[in-house]
């Protein structure tokens, strides 16, 4: 036995790329998670709210002062603020001051505020609306109007019809692409290994045009065994959850296909990174892991740390999300999801390639 232990530890010791799937790709996803969960940046503390003075009076400004407090502010026109909420999703909700708002309060007259809000965007919605309540109760001392009720508060959804969505449509979507990124990433490398440890790929390597045919099927059912099981755990959402499935079914069909296309790819990738079958256990998890976080599977990127906002869009997840976001929480149609659906499919066709260059040229080398 104790043979057979020292046998075991040198062979794992002497293999380094197992040694750093093992233990520096884990700490690298613990990392980037407890960034996502726990991060305390100080830089990042301040959401933006942008404002649209139409009053420039008095007690807009005072409002504006007293935002600027808790929030970067920048002061912009209707149609800028509406990008930015719209189209952009650099910010969660827009404040409009209205024209008449110093003098209506000044004559005791009641006005209306709006807010130009993206629901999809959710706990930073509510925190806008937290610091709408929290500056009342700071310009109470200043004779705030909302303390007098001569301020109403108008929500306006500019991506949507609904004013709310609900926490599981927020996070069913996520957690259904992550499901799916581990039952297709390790199915597919490891099934790519087996095929190798039992002779198959050898002897199809030197058969004309077996390898490709063997890897086109193999892909393929991988494919659609991810879309059902994609369209499934979504099906049981709507059903069990009430999860909306946005307006376009054949939308919905698109980016379904493309991500997990995508997803096919990355396992491809992580066989043929992969010396071994085992290799595939810890580099495969931290695939699935990294990309999860990154991409917004557990949790909105608008909560995530600066630095890692700013890499999200190189992870093919970051676009499953947005789609899905566009799609569900957005009741976009065809039209929003034709970016993020041609951005996985590029990006699908890209990761495919290199995984499959890899697989080859590391099995003939053996």
């Not at 054949?250 to 379904?256: K, R, S, V």
């Not at 990174?273 to 595939?280: D, P």
Request: net charge neutral; aromatic share 8%; glycine share 8%.
């Amino acid at each position: 036995m104790w043979s057979v232990f020292l046998k075991d530890l040198r062979i794992f010791l002497r293999d380094r790329s197992a040694l750093l799937f093992s233990l520096v790709m884990p700490i690298l996803v613990i990392t980037v998670i407890a960034e996502g969960l726990l991060h305390d940046d100080k830089d990042n503390l301040h959401i933006v709210v942008p404002v649209v003075n139409e009053d420039m009076g008095p007690v807009a400004g005072t409002f504006v002062k007293l935002l600027r407090e808790r929030a970067d502010v920048p002061e912009v026109t209707r149609s800028e603020a509406e990008a930015m909420v719209r189209d952009r999703h650099e910010a969660a909700a827009a404040i409009v001051f209205p024209s008449k708002l110093s003098k209506q309060y000044l004559q005791g007259k009641s006005t209306e505020i709006e807010l130009l809000t993206d629901p999809a965007a959710g706990s930073d919605v509510q925190a806008v609306k937290v610091l709408l309540l929290l500056m009342d109760k700071e310009a109470a001392s200043l004779a705030d109007p909302f303390a007098e009720d001569k301020i109403t508060l108008h929500e306006q959804n500019l991506t949507g019809n609904r004013l709310e969505v609900t926490a599981f449509e927020q996070r069913v979507p996520g957690f259904a692409l992550m499901f799916v990124l581990l039952a297709v990433v390790f199915g597919t490398s490891m099934s790519m290994h087996d095929e190798r440890d039992a002779g198959t790929i050898a002897r199809l390597l030197v058969a004309p045009g077996g390898f490709t045919r063997v890897l086109l099927g193999k892909l393929a059912a991988r494919l659609v065994v991810g879309i059902a099981q994609m369209l499934i755990l979504l099906g049981w959402g709507h059903w069990m959850f009430k999860v909306s499935l946005g307006t376009s079914p054949a939308g919905l069909l698109l980016l379904t296909t493309a991500s997990v296309f995508a997803v096919v790819a990355a396992g491809m990738l992580v066989a043929g990174l992969a010396k071994s079958r085992e290799q595939t256990l810890p580099l495969g998890l931290s695939f699935v892991m990294g990309l999860s976080a990154i991409g917004g599977c557990w949790w909105p990127q608008s909560m995530q740390p600066e630095w890692m906002s700013r890499i999200a869009p190189a992870f093919f997840t970051s676009w499953a999300m947005r789609g899905l976001n566009d799609l569900i929480l957005r009741e976009g149609g065809l039209a929003a999801i034709a970016l993020p659906s041609a951005v996985l499919l590029a990006y699908g066709a890209a990761t495919m390639l290199a995984g499959v260059h890899l697989f080859r040229v590391r099995h003939s080398a053996r």
